[in-house]
């Protein structure tokens, strides 16, 4: 089974500030994979993105950016110069090899960007 | 266009009733799973199903029916048995039955029970 912990319950900052929202994993396979997700107010979770345990490269996608550290377990995601608009529930999630087709998720961070 | 439906968006029902649960996809995804999600809370999974005909209990699974008859519905049924069942409902499609393809999800289902 694997576990993730999203540590960081609320966050709130000013548009145009950088933040970071952590996600730690935990399982015990070597084959796994891990997602962040958005909730906006309306619901409806939206895919963000997707890296495999074999792939530790970091990306960028626009003001987005997530950094992947197997030695801490890690997958946290940046967003750069925040804008009102990123307000929203952001979920990680993980899965495994061996887990059938199941996603374990966080229990969420709620990020308030404030005008 | 291609997605997925829940309907309806907002549903009421008095306890003791049963009450089903539409999702539907044109995604042509394999795997379609039900969340449900009570307010300041993460998603707990209630049933997935990976293939047609075929379905799993996920944590949750305790007061709630679904079935797998096509590829394209996987109707969630919340039974008078279901202790607590005013929550957001979410449906979700991956492309494959294994974990690693990430989830689309619907717009979800507000149920209340009084």
């Known amino acids: 089974a694997q576990k993730v912990t999203q540590a960081q319950t609320e966050i709130s900052v000013v548009e145009k500030e950088d933040v970071t929202l952590d996600c730690v994993y935990e399982t015990r396979d070597t084959t796994y994979y891990l997602f962040w997700y958005k909730q906006p107010p309306s619901g409806e979770l939206v895919f963000l993105i997707r890296?495999?345990?074999?792939?530790?490269q970091n990306e960028i996608s626009g003001r987005y950016s997530w950094n992947f550290q197997k030695s801490t377990s890690s997958f946290n995601f940046t967003i750069t110069a925040s804008q009102v608009v990123d307000s929203a529930v952001y979920f990680c999630?993980?899965?495994?090899?061996?887990?059938?087709?199941?996603?374990?998720f966080g229990d969420g961070t709620t990020l308030t960007v404030k005008p | 266009d291609g997605g997925i439906t829940q309907s309806p968006k907002y549903l009421f029902r008095k306890e003791g009733q049963n009450v089903t649960l539409s999702c539907e996809q044109n995604l042509n995804h394999d795997a379609m799973y039900w969340y449900r999600q009570d307010p300041g809370q993460g998603l707990r999974l209630i049933y997935y199903s990976q293939i047609v005909n075929d379905f799993q209990k996920g944590d949750i699974a305790e007061g709630y029916s679904v079935s797998r008859e096509k590829k394209e519905s996987f109707p969630l049924t919340v039974t008078s048995a279901q202790k607590n069942p005013t929550a957001f409902y979410l449906c979700?499609?991956?492309?494959?039955?294994?974990?690693?393809?990430?989830?689309?999800f619907g717009p979800g289902t507000r149920l209340t029970v009084t």
């Open positions: 890296r495999n345990s074999f792939d530790e």
């Open positions: 979700a499609t991956a492309f494959g039955g294994t974990s690693s393809y990430e989830q689309y």
């Open positions: 999630a993980a899965s495994t090899w061996t887990n059938a087709g199941k996603s374990t």
